[in-house]
């Protein structure tokens, strides 16, 4: 594989460049989300701490198999990122990395991703993270995202994969534990990414994707933002029966989805009398809703450690 920058590219800093630049089109910061919601879920599988090298290539295979994804999202959306504010800096968008050699580093990763995890995981999780990153980039992506305004509703259920893949990784199966926190994740996604939405609506009308804030008032926006943040909590605590977990995870899922739920509300009540951005406060939710994940999983790990 050849990893080339577009032409006009020289000098001292070139191979800093290329580092990040290919580095970029993995987008970083989805990835680490997706591994919290991988190792906390291998603890519970192994009812304990699981073994040190299986961690490991459960880890490598995810971030390569995400990285996958996202590269070939980029190749896919480079015209829609490069009209949008919060993506016109990715590598494609400032053709600083050309097509092709993002498509060859995709699927290149992709490759890597399902062999890393076939052979020192095991076949389950090889073909779920090849799954996930199928759908992601044909089914959300190219089909889904530029569609309808449920895109993200739907097209988001590549995120959650990572909670199967990690069970699997330890059970070699499925059960109804991994199962609870897949659709927990599901519901969870349009919350976070329609405050995402709300707060660059304008980046995602002038690229022509009908995401919901960009079709619907954000009252209307806000309103499904409650339903789903209710349902995400309703779900976290569907775990307790499911999984046997003890009484301290479910006060612990109750404590923070009530504070997740609070922060909907406020974003229905703020939409009340205005959609503009500064009363609206969209990403005082989102980052609360990444807090939110974050810690529910950390109590995902502490179960088969607390009563």
């Not at 906390?40 to 599988?45: D, E, G, H, T």
């Not at 959300?140 to 990784?169: D, E, F, H, M």
């Not at 899922?253 to 969209?282: I, K, M, N, Q, Y």
Request: proline content about 6%; overall charge positive; glycine content about 6%.
């Amino acid at each position: 594989m050849t990893l080339s920058l577009a032409a006009g590219t020289s000098g001292a800093g070139r191979l800093h460049e290329v580092v990040g630049a290919y580095v970029a089109l993995t987008k970083p910061r989805i990835i680490e989300l997706l591994l919290l919601t991988t190792l906390p879920v291998m603890f519970l599988a192994s009812d304990g701490v699981p073994p040190l090298g299986l961690v490991v290539a459960t880890l490598v295979g995810g971030t390569l198999s995400a990285g996958s994804a996202n590269a070939l999202n980029c190749v896919v959306d480079a015209d829609i990122d490069a009209r949008m504010r919060r993506t016109r800096r990715r590598p494609l968008a400032r053709d600083v990395v050309t097509r092709r050699s993002a498509l060859v580093f995709g699927l290149a990763l992709g490759v890597v991703s399902t062999a890393v995890l076939a052979v020192l995981v095991n076949w389950w999780s090889a073909l779920l993270a090849l799954a996930a990153n199928a759908f992601y980039v044909v089914g959300y992506t190219i089909w889904l995202k530029p569609r309808t305004s449920q895109n993200i509703v739907w097209g988001g259920a590549a995120g959650c994969v990572p909670t199967l893949i990690a069970w699997t990784a330890v059970r070699d199966g499925l059960a109804w534990p991994p199962v609870v926190l897949f659709v927990v994740v599901f519901f969870w996604t349009p919350p976070h990414f329609w405050a995402l939405a709300l707060r660059y609506r304008e980046d995602y009308a002038a690229a022509q994707v009908p995401m919901l804030p960009v079709v619907a008032p954000a009252r209307a926006v806000a309103r499904q933002v409650v339903g789903y943040a209710v349902l995400t909590v309703a779900t976290s605590v569907e775990l307790w029966p499911v999984a046997h977990t003890g009484f301290v995870y479910p006060v612990i899922a109750l404590v923070l989805g009530a504070a997740f739920v609070g922060e909907a509300l406020l974003l229905l009540r703020r939409s009340r009398g205005s959609d503009a951005l500064a009363v609206l406060r969209p990403m005082r939710l989102f980052h609360f809703s990444n807090l939110y994940l974050s810690l529910l999983f950390v109590a995902v790990a502490l179960v088969p450690f607390v009563p």
